[in-house]
Structure formats: structure tokens, C-alpha cells
């Protein structure tokens, strides 16, 4: 028989606070705040006193309470692509609001349009960014004038954070974004499942060979496709540049040139100009493509698009928001709670 009178209560671990400190060190709480936030004005031996109770308590100073005690205040800058990609206009929108919400109303960000697809102009904004700002976001190129702008800027303590678009072999500090090479191979998947056995030729859509996401994407998609269905063989590589209207123009030359695809898997933006040079061939291959805007919400509706692979830009932008902010103050931050997942979507779970 089960006794209910004395309910277990877990006993949770002690976390020493600074009133514990302040106590121990049999000082004011003033004081004890004085000393672990390293300000004048303690004689020595009370500075002695407190970070003896510090280690024998084994207090740990959060720097980031530190700094919000101090209301410092700090000014960031987000580097993203120029163009017409609503992915990124929506991500420009959720970082404003991520600044004034997740940053505790204390980091001033700017968000600037730069060329991302064209390295040596990345590069210079970076540096110019550097200038005026004591921390990056930043959409990135993986290339090498990139990485050692990067690599610059961070030498001079500024952290830059990528966004979306990884610079894997640079000093950013963190990146954030989708693990693009599985959504590559759930593109796979989805292709391979939707276009049946008798399917034989894929085109894949990029925004840029030189974007780590996209160029992650093509790798799980071709990796994939390989193992799972190897019959389905990738005919063309495409560059759209995330535009509609350069994504139809390169669209229309390889149709003309080699003719209608079983499937295409569009790693990037421009959907909608994918679309119309489909529709003038009069073609209707299996579609998938990435993230759920007002250009391809209808394009789903309609069916002219079979699924989309989707990441919350919301999500990401206050993740960035809150790693550079972990950065700015000496704060730590949860991967779990950072860590961007994808979703899939249909016409039949489509958001209300």
C-alpha cells in the first residue's frame, strides 16, 4: 500500500545567488555585486572575502545579467541579399521584431541590402559593417574573400552570426539555420515518392553554387536520390539567383535545350518564374520547393507546386537575435532552443 500523506518532493540542486554570495562574505548585497562585476571602489580585502564565498559556493557570474544591470545597450547590423526573394523579406521583418523583443529593447539593429551573390562586395560590407557596429548577422557566401572578412572582423572581437546561409570554414560565432543537407534528402524522398517508378530526370534549381545552403541542399538531394532512387538521375543544375525572373529566363534555355524534367527540386527562391517557363513548355513534373510565401502559397494551392520544405523565419530570427546577444554580453545560450527544424507541407496541412 502507497502512503499519500507524505508526497515525494524532488530535491533540486542548490544554485547559489548573489545574495548568497553577499551573505557568506558577510557584506551588503551591493557590495558583493560590486566586486563579481569587477567595479572600483572595494578595499582589497573585501574584494578577498567575496570571491572567497564565490568559490566556495561556486557561484557563477551571468555576464549577461551583468550587462542588463548596467542597461548597456549595444548596435548590430544584418547583412542581407538584395532582390526580390519574400523568404528574405519576411526574415528582414522578423529580425526588427526580434531586436526589440528578444533583445530586451537594448541592441539597435540596422538591417542593410547588400550583393550577397557577388563575394567581393559581401566581403566589404562585412568590413564596413565592423565600423559601425559591435556585432554582425549575416547571410553568407561560402567563399573565401567571405570567410576572411569573417575571419577580420572577428579577430577585432566583433561576433558575427550566420544566418540561414553558413560560412562553416570562418570564426563566425554561430550558425543559424536548417540542417540543409537533410532537407535536401527529404526533397529526395518527396521527388522520388511523387514522380513513381518510371521516372528517370531531375533538374535541381539553385539560387548559387556559392550558397552553403543551397549547395548543401543539392548534396542530401543527390545522396539521396542515389541510394533511395537511383534510376531518377539529376539532368541539369540551374542558377536563378533566387529571382523569378532570372530563374524563368535559365528555366526556358535548358527546356529548349534538353527538354521536359520527370521532377524538379528547387533548393532556392523564384518559384514562380520555375513555374511559368513549366507552363509555356506545357509541362507538369513533379515540383518541390522551399519555404511557404505569398509567392508559393498559391503555387501549393494550385498544385502547381506538389510540397514545400519550410523553416520558420520567425524562429530564426529571434535565435540569431539571441545568439548575438549571448555574444554581445558573455551570456550562454541552449542549442536545443536554437536548434532550426523543418517542416512539410502540403496542400492538405497548409496553415489557416
Same mark, same amino acid.
Given at each position: ?35 563579481? #562585476?569587477?567595479? /572600483? ?36 547590423? !544584418? ?5 526580390? #526573394? ?8 522578423? $529580425?526588427?521584431?526580434?531586436?526589440? $523583443? ?41 567563399? /573565401? ?17 550566420? $544566418?540561414? @546561409?553558413?560560412? /562553416? !570554414? ?5 550558425? %543559424?539555420?536548417?540542417? #540543409? ?23 535541381? $534549381? ?29 539532368? !541539369? ?34 518559384? @514562380?518564374?520555375?513555374?511559368? !517557363? ?42 540569431? %537575435? ?24 502540403? /496542400? ?5
Amino acid at each position: 500500500m502507497v502512503d499519500h500523506s507524505h508526497p515525494f518532493v524532488p530535491t533540486l540542486p542548490f544554485v547559489p545567488t548573489l545574495r548568497d554570495v553577499a551573505r557568506h562574505a558577510e557584506v551588503s548585497l551591493a557590495t558583493a555585486d560590486r566586486v563579481v #562585476n569587477r567595479r /572600483p571602489g572595494v578595499r582589497a580585502s573585501t574584494i578577498e572575502r567575496v570571491e572567497e564565498a564565490v568559490r566556495v559556493l561556486g557561484f557563477e557570474r551571468h555576464a549577461g545579467a551583468a550587462a542588463l544591470a548596467r542597461r548597456e545597450s549595444f548596435r548590430a547590423v !544584418a547583412l542581407l541579399p538584395r532582390g526580390t #526573394n519574400p523568404f528574405i523579406a519576411r526574415l528582414a521583418d522578423e $529580425l526588427h521584431l526580434a531586436a526589440r $523583443l528578444q533583445g530586451l529593447r537594448r541592441l539597435d539593429l540596422s538591417i542593410l541590402r547588400t550583393d550577397s551573390f557577388e563575394p567581393t562586395r559581401l566581403a566589404e560590407a562585412i568590413r564596413s559593417a565592423a565600423g559601425q557596429a559591435q556585432g554582425i548577422i549575416a547571410i553568407g557566401l561560402d567563399d /573565401p574573400l567571405v570567410t576572411a572578412a569573417i575571419d577580420a572582423v572577428a579577430e577585432t572581437g566583433i561576433p558575427v552570426v550566420s $544566418l540561414v @546561409s553558413d560560412v /562553416p !570554414a570562418s570564426r563566425r560565432r554561430h550558425y %543559424v539555420g536548417i540542417d #540543409n543537407r537533410a532537407a535536401g534528402r527529404v526533397a529526395a524522398s518527396l521527388v522520388g515518392r511523387f514522380a513513381g517508378r518510371g521516372a528517370t530526370r531531375a533538374f535541381v $534549381l539553385l539560387g548559387s553554387h556559392a550558397l552553403r545552403d543551397h549547395l548543401d541542399r543539392l548534396d542530401g538531394f543527390r545522396d539521396a536520390l542515389g541510394r533511395r532512387f537511383p534510376a531518377l538521375e539529376i539532368a !541539369a543544375i540551374v542558377e536563378g539567383h533566387d529571382d523569378a525572373a532570372r530563374t524563368e529566363t535559365a528555366m526556358r534555355e535548358v527546356l529548349s535545350g534538353i527538354g521536359m524534367p520527370d521532377a524538379v527540386y528547387s533548393a532556392g527562391a523564384g518559384a @514562380s518564374g520555375l513555374v511559368a !517557363a513549366l507552363r509555356e513548355r506545357g509541362g507538369s513534373p513533379v515540383v518541390v520547393a522551399h519555404e511557404l510565401t505569398d509567392e508559393t502559397h498559391p503555387l501549393l494551392v494550385s498544385g502547381a507546386i506538389d510540397a514545400l520544405i519550410v523553416q520558420d523565419p520567425g524562429h530564426e530570427a529571434r535565435s540569431a %537575435v539571441r545568439v548575438l546577444m549571448a555574444a554581445l554580453t558573455g551570456g550562454a545560450i541552449s542549442e536545443d532552443q536554437e536548434r532550426i527544424r523543418i517542416e512539410i507541407l502540403l /496542400p492538405d496541412n497548409l496553415p489557416k
